[in-house]
């Protein structure tokens, strides 16, 4: 029969797996006892909904053998089995949603990250030269064989097997120079991984070991003493201790087990930045785990991202990915909820009406608000890092749904602070302003680092008050659901009045206003239809002009919506202010050519609104019709 080849993905994470020196080929069998322990999942739920099931939850088990003679290591289950179907599907394609960046993480290199793509099986070549997989589905007649030698391809056939489930044997690598695999044809060693990393599954796994201990032979000595002797015996064993770590106290499950457990679990090479247990009683009993990741999943900001958190009742798997216990802006949690007070059969439609399960999800999303807070205040570079990641999901959090959860989140958010360099809430900001101080102020710029310099933030600066940089579209509409802060509103220093000015000094302007009345309608005429207005300003200090918007469309939410595919943004365009400012030589050109030479005096105009466009990011609609009018001047 012809081998069938591996998808291209499979075939590159098989080469690298082979090739690439893994410090950590030992995971191969913590990743096959947990497709095991996922087997059997499936099977003892099918089984709990179906009335005339002959399946016993007792009698589920996992094997771990050990066959010195013939160099193989065998993992058993009596599990859910497949099908040659599902073979096919699921050993013969890996990596499923194969996006672009999954291929980037690979050139990377970064082996660390191979777990994270649901590759676990193929851990197993890691450490043997030929795996076969014989598997019956619950229910079928026969069995299937599944078989490869690593890259060059697999094949399946029909088989035979007593009793369903699978049976995944691995010949083991010959020993090599200084890389060892006869180790793991020991029972000891694997038994110390079991232990090490498969302690929890919830299944018995059984291994044949060796028992050693004094027993009488049926003689007696010369003393008339029973004789005894030192027998070693082989016997079936249950190694793993079976409790779910959700069900451990601290003490049991230090949160350095836990990690361990969440890496392991949710396919995550990076330590967690939290860890949260909770444990209440009361209307509902249950115990959760939950975890805030560090970094993004590769697929987090994709449609392919699947939340939610894992349902168990009393150690039963009732629900894989249950996204209705948190709100969507917390959906990068990951963990487990258990509770006796669950019912098996669960369905989506009546969780979102059952009131057990509303408070379960809302005592939940209280603990995590609790512990990021605790972590932004305590350990602030891990919420740094935690932020990098998630703080857009946070951020958007506030504005979907028409800001539902704007509450929630309002104390979560952070912004770059101009005035310290950092990120700070909001309420931080609200501590640092000085007396007087009654906004909050903002301005937009393309970076953190770009910000301290626009004309824009000059004034507020001087007066020693900070301003946040906003750097992403989606701040904007942050400031727009939430309005104000700590009763302080949000000002954005570029289209709002700053409210800094003295009675004295808004006198001078209007004053100011009224003598270049003329100048400012000329100004206002030469460019037409570009600008809604043109002002002298009353907040420029050292720049000569400034290009701001009125009304309710900035340039974000005009770049928001041009770039969003269709004709969405058609007809949204900001309504363009400039600003002169009187101090500067350019003004002064102005003024004197407005009185002498009219012409040369609208080119000026024309190139103020020019450098202003660009000074505030924005492009020349036609640039080489504004270099020819610069030039012409010089
Ligand atoms: P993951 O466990 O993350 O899905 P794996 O590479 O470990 O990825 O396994 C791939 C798939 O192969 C599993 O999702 C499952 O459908 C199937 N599979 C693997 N081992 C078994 C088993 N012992 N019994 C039944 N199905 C299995
Ligand atoms: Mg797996």
């Not at 197993?124 to 030698?149: C, I, L, P, Q």
């Not at 690593?150 to 010959?174: A, M, N, Q």
């Not at 969507?328 to 949690?333: A, G, N, Q």
């Not at 509103?489 to 800094?500: A, P, R, S, Y």
Request: include cysteine; glycine fraction near 6%; charge should be negative.
């Amino acid at each position: 029969m012809a081998k069938r080849q591996f998808k291209t993905e499979s075939k590159r994470i098989l080469d690298m797996m082979v090739n690439s020196i893994y410090t950590h080929k030992e995971i191969f069998l913590r990743e096959l006892i947990s497709n095991a322990s996922d087997a059997i999942d499936k099977l003892s739920y099918k089984v709990l909904t179906e009335s005339d099931s002959k399946v016993g939850k007792d009698d589920f088990r996992i094997d771990v053998k050990v066959d010195r003679g013939a160099g193989t290591v065998t993992v058993s289950d009596n599990g859910i089995g497949m099908t040659a179907e599902e073979m096919e599907k699921n050993l013969g394609y890996i990596a499923h949603s194969g996006t672009l960046e999954f291929k980037k993480e690979i050139d990377d290199k970064d082996n660390e990250s191979i777990g994270q793509f649901g590759v676990g099986f193929y851990s197993a070549f890691m450490v043997a030269d030929s795996v076969r997989v014989v598997s019956r589905a619950y229910g079928a007649e026969t069995a299937n064989v599944w078989e490869s030698e690593g890259v060059d391809g697999y094949t399946i056939k029909e088989g035979r097997k007593d009793g369903f489930g699978t049976d995944v044997i691995l010949h083991i690598k010959d020993d090599k120079g200084s890389e060892e695999y006869s180790e793991f044809l020991e029972t000891e060693r694997l038994r110390e991984l079991v232990e090490k990393y498969s302690d929890y599954i919830r299944w018995p796994i059984h291994m044949t070991v060796d028992e050693s201990e004094w027993k009488e032979t049926g003689e007696k000595d010369e003393k008339g003493e029973p004789k005894k002797d030192y027998v070693t015996t082989k016997v079936d064993k249950v190694v793993n201790s079976m409790v779910p770590i959700w069900k451990k106290s601290k003490k049991e499950a230090d949160d350095e087990k836990c990690r361990e457990f969440y890496k392991d679990k949710f396919r995550d090479y990076e330590d967690p930045v939290s860890v949260i247990r909770v444990s209440a009683e009361g209307n509902v009993t249950y115990k959760a785990l939950l975890f805030v990741p560090a970094k993004a999943p590769y697929d987090f900001y994709t449609r392919d991202f699947q939340p939610g958190l894992q349902l168990y009742s009393n150690g039963v798997l009732i629900m894989d990915k249950c996204a209705d216990l948190l709100p969507y802006c917390f959906r990068f949690v990951r963990g487990v909820v258990d509770s006796p007070d669950f019912s098996l059969n669960i369905s989506r439609e009546v969780l979102q009406h059952d009131s057990q399960l509303k408070a379960v999800g809302s005592n939940l999303t209280k603990k995590v608000k609790k512990e990021l807070e605790r972590l932004m205040k305590e350990e602030p570079e891990k919420y740094a890092r935690f932020y990098e990641s998630f703080g857009r999901q946070l951020k958007y959090g506030v504005v979907d749904q028409y800001g539902r959860d704007a509450d929630l989140l309002k104390d979560l958010i952070t912004f770059h602070s101009v005035k310290q360099g950092k990120q700070v809430s909001l309420a931080q900001y609200v501590e640092d302003m000085p007396e007087g101080q009654t906004k909050i102020y903002y301005v937009t710029s393309e970076t953190a680092a770009h910000a301290k310099d626009l004309p824009q933030a000059e004034p507020v600066l001087a007066k020693g008050y900070d301003v946040l940089a906003f750097t992403d579209e989606i701040d904007t509409f942050v400031t727009n659901v939430l309005r104000e802060f700590d009763k302080k509103e949000f000002c954005n220093v570029t289209t709002e009045d700053l409210g800094l000015e003295s009675e004295e000094e808004r006198k001078e302007a209007e004053k100011k206003d009224e003598e270049y009345k003329d100048l400012v309608a000329f100004a206002k005429e030469t460019l037409g239809e570009e600008v809604a207005d043109v002002r002298i300003s009353r907040k420029l200090r050292n720049h000569a002009v400034l290009l701001t918007t009125q009304g309710n469309i900035t340039f974000e939410v005009e770049k928001y919506f041009r770039e969003m595919p269709g004709q969405a943004g058609d007809g949204i365009k900001a309504a363009r202010v400039l600003e002169l400012n009187t101090d500067s030589g350019a003004f002064r050109s102005l003024e004197s050519a407005f009185r002498t030479d009219k012409e040369r005096a609208g080119k000026i105009v024309r190139v103020m609104y020019g450098q202003a466009c660009l000074m505030a990011g924005q492009s020349i609609e036609n640039p080489v019709e504004y270099s020819d009018l610069v030039l012409s001047m010089l």
